[in-house]
């Protein structure tokens, strides 16, 4: 029996192309001129110290704004990158110039859960606060109410056997009565050997080779 659904967000809740083509150009374009007017804001304040601490060196605004921009390249899921990233966000969904892609069928699916007693969280490379924003200004409206947890790569890296187990502890459910969904093999990989039950998504189209169970939309899951 399943109680608990773990979704992953990028290809599962919403599409890549949301992520890599608007999200980061939009934080990426931004980063110099945010980090010149919120330097003295305790919380990039704290983003930019541990950046130097973890650096080896006192970096200038300039230098920390191009190597965030760098590891926006990159792709790279760096804590710090994340923090800073979800505050600039913050500034767009607020606005309205962002509004959080969810697939078409997600937000009806997890009413639905929801109204059957299943409970539901995000585990995601996003940060915490990036995650809550996009799901509170979704093009579905304010989803955050059917979200009980959200987690990040604080509990450790998606692919990591020990991160699926660090929040298997934390929600205090068994691990079987966990499913978690993803579009990334290596990640469900992690998850199974945790002892959660998995499925992964296809959102565009033919599945590829996979040794889990699989479905292209939430309608075709069987929680």
């Excluded at 002892?195 to 992964?200: A, H, P, R, S």
Aim: hydrophobic share 40%; proline share 3%.
């Amino acid at each position: 029996m399943t109680k608990f659904i773990l979704l992953d967000i990028e290809g599962t809740t919403s599409s890549i192309s949301f992520v890599h083509e608007k999200l980061f150009p939009y934080s990426s374009e931004r980063m110099k001129d945010f980090i010149k007017k919120n330097k003295e804001v305790p919380e990039v304040q704290k983003i930019l110290s541990e950046l130097s601490a973890e650096q080896g060196c006192g970096l200038s605004l300039a230098a920390a704004a191009e190597l965030f921009q760098s590891w926006i390249k990159e792709d790279k899921k760096h804590g710090l990158l994340k923090q800073i990233q979800g505050l600039i966000w913050k500034g767009g969904f607020e606005e309205g110039v962002l509004k959080g892609h969810i697939y078409p069928e997600v937000a009806e699916k997890l009413k639905a859960w929801t109204e059957a007693g299943i409970k539901l969280g995000i585990y995601s490379s996003g940060s915490v606060e990036a995650q809550k924003l996009l799901f509170k200004y979704s093009e579905a409206g304010d989803l955050t109410p059917l979200l009980s947890s959200h987690f990040d790569t604080k509990v450790g890296h998606k692919k990591e056997v020990e991160s699926y187990q660090n929040i298997v502890k934390e929600l205090g459910i068994p691990a079987e009565e966990i499913l978690f969904l993803s579009d990334i093999t290596e990640e469900l990989d992690a998850a199974k050997k945790a002892g959660l039950k998995v499925t992964q998504l296809f959102r565009d189209g033919v599945p590829g080779k996979t040794s889990h169970p699989y479905a292209q939309n939430f309608d075709e899951l069987e929680v």
